[in-house]
């Protein structure tokens, strides 16, 4: 069997179905197996960029994962930018790069390069991958294919970069004679028995505890598990950014986002807690704010996590970790589950109730929001798409202001999806990371993407619309880098440069630009025409670009500024001020 067969043959015995691909002279021996293979199915995206981005997309909704064929030298350091969004948010894919002939390979490292193309792609992406190997020799290919697989899934998940010679991947091989991976025993044994039993006393003994669920829930697929966490002890939710759909936003144990762009109800929740339960969530300074040692003062406060060094980043100076759980999650939910009796009584309604109350107090998008006459207020879009959007669709938001305003305003419904790069948060990313939503999915993709970021990635709507993929591209347009503004007014006072047209950016009539791609396209810049042409455009078949004309000067509103303490957002209150403020409250309408 020639190698690059039994590259193709592994790929479907793992699950997987499509490959993401750009064709170069140092793969072609791997996309051609993959072509010939009758259970594989290529695709074309326009950049190696977006084609690891719809492999990570592909990934975060499929249980297989997405998978990039890619040539030498350009066309494997086109990938760095969606191999960082992988690793930074934990998120496993596969990537192949082609390689020029051994005989072609550099012989040391002060020699620049020897073969057409050569790049040493290894030594590149070994810092933001779970592993990155060449194959030297035919015979290692099954091995390193196994153990490729098993440290993208096991532990802390994230990407994996085989790289391939050109003349490794036509040499005949045997199946049956290649050596085998066995892997390794695990290396987490948390003592869960008497953390969780101290864990639950904790929750037991406290007036305002919380929970904060992270992306690591939806990782791990403990998605049930810890909203059974949560309902056993009826206890208040915040979500991060990275957690946000676990929960429908009406669900009566959801409190809403916290951070640094966080909503005051659950910043006001968190710094006036005294339980702090952080699970699945790193807590980065995108949650706790830049100054650690202000969040949650006064509550005792504990993390789960699988990542030793994520438990012990923390300095004296910074946030301190009452109880620490080192624990992959499964086991944790598994511990938890085993610790379960009578369904105690639920003691914290009246600290509910109270959360409740801020976060009606203190709304992302209050009333007056709506009177506005010229373009579009954004938090006004976000509520009247998440009105018109249905349950069980995927969301897919894009970097900077429409990313902060989407998970700030969207409400989420049953079963929706709504995701990002996280963490390395390029623009460019929700476009092309639709296409893999799409295939793996099987549900319409609701892509919201700014003006500056569809520029990064235009040409990937050619991709959208040669597989007449279900996508529903809404541009939030201010003609110009909203979020870099803002902190050009905070930072600079307001001397622009390089952020909008005035001050060197270029734009297209977006419109123009999706006919051109052959998208049914829309325009709207009123509120009174919003709700309408939302419905029309969620109800059209195939591809849709929507031009969302909004306020040039719309700010992220609340956001904390950079290096700042969340205390400046939600400082804590008083015992006696909170007592008061929850009795006010028993009196009012808002449900629960």
């Known amino acids: 069997m020639k190698l690059s067969d039994f590259v193709a043959e592994f790929l479907v015995q793992q699950g997987i179905r499509h490959v993401f691909l750009i064709s170069g002279g140092a793969i072609i021996h791997c996309i051609d197996s993959v072509a010939q293979h009758p259970e594989l199915k290529y695709i074309c995206p326009q950049h190696e960029q977006g084609a690891g981005a719809a492999a990570d997309a592909y990934s975060r909704v499929s249980d297989a994962l997405g998978t990039v064929m890619v040539t030498s030298g350009p066309g494997a350091t086109n990938l760095i930018t969606s191999v960082c969004n992988a690793y930074f948010d934990s998120i496993p894919a596969l990537f192949i790069s082609g390689q020029v002939a051994k005989f072609r390979l550099r012989s040391n490292e002060r020699l620049r390069q020897k073969g057409f193309q050569e790049t040493d792609v290894v030594s590149i992406f070994k810092p933001i991958t779970n592993y990155a190997v060449q194959i030297k020799n035919a015979e290692d290919i099954k091995y390193e294919l196994t153990q490729a697989f098993y440290l993208a899934k096991s532990g802390r998940p994230g990407p994996v970069l085989i790289d391939i010679p050109d003349d490794i991947q036509r040499v005949e091989i045997e199946p049956n004679a290649l050596r085998e991976f066995i892997p390794p025993a695990s290396t987490v044994s948390p003592q869960l028995p008497s953390q969780t039993l101290q864990l639950f006393q904790l929750i037991q003994s406290a007036q305002r505890p919380v929970l904060i669920f992270g992306a690591g829930v939806r990782i791990t697929r403990q998605e049930k598990e810890a909203i059974a966490l949560a309902r056993y002890f009826q206890c208040p939710v915040l979500l991060t950014w990275g957690g946000m759909d676990l929960f429908p936003y009406d669900d009566k144990l959801n409190m809403g986002g916290v951070g640094v762009c966080g909503p005051r109800g659950g910043n006001f929740a968190v710094q006036n807690s005294d339980l702090v339960i952080a699970i699945g969530t790193r807590l980065s300074q995108q949650i706790t704010g830049g100054k650690q040692n202000l969040f949650a003062t006064k509550a005792k ?134 296409i893999g939503a799409a295939l793996a999915g099987q549900r319409d993709i609701i892509c919201i993407i700014g003006d500056g970021g569809l520029m990064m990635c235009l040409s990937e709507l050619a991709t959208i619309k040669r597989y007449d993929l279900p996508v529903k591209v809404f541009v939030i347009n201010n003609h110009g880098h909203g979020i870099q503004k803002q902190t050009l007014d905070n930072w600079m006072n307001s001397r622009y440069v390089a952020v909008d047209e005035a001050t060197g950016l270029a734009f297209p009539d977006f419109i123009k630009a999706g006919e051109l791609f052959k998208f049914t396209t829309f325009y709207v810049d009123s509120h009174r025409d919003l709700p309408g042409i939302l419905k029309t455009a969620l109800a059209t078949r195939g591809p849709v670009l929507c031009n969302v004309e909004i306020d040039p000067n719309q700010k992220i509103l609340p956001m904390l500024q950079f290096g700042a303490g969340l205390e400046d957002l939600a400082p804590a209150l008083p015992r006696e001020e909170i007592r008061q403020i929850m009795e006010a409250s028993e009196t009012s309408d808002f449900k629960v």
Request: charged letters at 30%; hydrophobic letters at 35%.
């Open 301 to 434: 406060k504990v993390m789960v996590d699988i990542d030793r060094e994520e438990l012990g980043k923390f300095s004296e100076n910074d946030l301190h970790l009452d109880l620490v759980i080192h624990s992959d999650l499964r086991d944790f939910f598994k511990q938890c589950h085993a610790y379960y009796g009578a369904t105690p009584a639920d003691q914290f309604v009246d600290w509910r109730r109270q959360i409740q109350a801020w976060r009606r107090q203190y709304p992302i998008c209050p009333a007056e929001n709506h009177q506005k006459k010229e373009n579009i207020d954004v938090y006004v879009f976000m509520k009247e798409l998440s009105r018109a959007a249905k349950e069980g669709d995927i969301i897919i938001t894009d970097a900077g202001g429409n990313l902060s305003w989407t998970m700030q305003g969207f409400e989420i419904k049953k079963d929706q999806r709504v995701f990002s790069a996280w963490n390395h948060s390029p623009m460019g990313y929700s476009l092309p990371a639709s």
